[in-house]
């Protein structure tokens, strides 16, 4: 198993930047493809981006191409996710999740999660 513990959430106003991590527990952290997903009150939770095992492969959802950057360091066991130029239709939880088998947007593929930190961003 492994643990989740995201951090870096928090307020930051239209077009500023944060960088999120989740550190994850246990010695078997590059065994999982990583993803970022988030949740707005009210909404359902969505994909946000997604990293394979070594990191060389990413994929983002579409709304965030080219402003948010997944990346890992397997010797950190840690994944991150530096967002750019933010709107306050990134104001949401997010979470980190990880998966041994699966690569990409399914969050129902994914099998440990972590609790989750806000970031609001104000107009």
């Known amino acids: 198993q492994v643990q989740l513990v995201e951090s870096g959430g928090g307020l930051v106003q239209a077009g500023g930047s944060l960088r999120l991590s989740c550190a994850a527990s246990?010695?078997?952290?590059?065994?999982?493809?990583m993803g970022w997903f988030r949740q707005a009150p009210g909404k359902e939770r969505k994909f946000v981006a997604a990293?394979?095992?070594?990191?060389?492969?990413?994929y983002y959802e579409d709304s965030t191409k080219g402003r948010f950057t997944i990346s890992r360091d397997n010797a950190k066991n840690t994944v991150y996710l530096q967002m750019n130029s933010l709107k306050p239709e990134d104001t949401a939880v997010y979470y980190c999740?990880?998966?041994?088998?699966?690569?990409?947007?399914?969050?129902?593929?994914?099998?440990?999660w972590g609790q989750g930190t806000q970031v609001t961003v104000s107009s």
């Open positions: 990293i394979n095992w070594g990191g060389g492969s990413t």
């Open positions: 999740a990880a998966s041994r088998s699966y690569f990409g947007a399914s969050d129902k593929r994914y099998n440990y």
């Open positions: 246990g010695r078997t952290f590059s065994s999982y493809a």
